[in-house]
């Protein structure tokens, strides 16, 4: 079993204070790699009871990092982004003809994380308390916070994606 990436050491370039930013970053990729080869073998669809669909979580973890690192960059949603949060929907059993394959998903949040780490490595710690707006309301936060919602949130989606994967494996 691989070593949790909290006790893996630090993240090249990540500043310390940041560094369980990029910790729990890391261990979302390893999570979402890890789980790949079940994801592959099932319709990533599924909803076990009322639960969201391995699909769902992977879909909404890339495009949730993506905005909650914008807004922690001081910048307003794109309408690209705005178009992919509206597709983060469920979709019904199969998907659809258009739906992107596990592999797929799992390499678009890849990516992402990626951004996110280079985004950390870019962010002084001296910015850490500055003001944020979220969201359409303007809603106050900080660029620490944002990325400790960041991590956070991402770390309750790969949680769920985990179990939803075993409910469905045991049906």
Not at 4 to 28: I, K, N, R, T, Y
Not at 60 to 71: E, I, K
Request: glycine share 8%; charged share 20%.
């Amino acid at each position: 079993m691989a070593t949790e990436a909290w006790l893996s050491g630090p993240v090249e370039g990540v500043d310390p204070f940041l560094m369980p930013v990029a910790h729990s970053l890391a261990q979302v990729r390893q999570d979402a790699e890890r789980l790949l080869p079940d994801l592959e073998q099932m319709d990533l669809w599924q909803h076990p009871g009322a639960a969201a669909s391995p699909g769902f979580h992977l879909m909404h973890l890339a495009g949730s990092l993506d905005r909650l690192f914008t807004y922690a960059r001081g910048e307003t949603l794109s309408d690209a982004q705005k178009t992919a949060l509206a597709s983060e929907k469920p979709k019904p059993a199969g998907g659809g003809a258009d739906s992107d394959t596990a592999r797929q998903l799992v390499q678009q949040l890849s990516a992402q994380i990626d951004r996110c780490l280079d985004q950390l490595r870019r962010t002084p710690r001296a910015s850490l308390t500055d003001p944020r707006e979220v969201g359409r309301a303007k809603l106050p936060s900080s660029v620490l916070g944002l990325l400790f919602h960041a991590a956070e949130h991402a770390t309750r989606h790969a949680g769920q994606l985990s179990t939803t994967i075993k409910a469905l494996n045991e049906e």
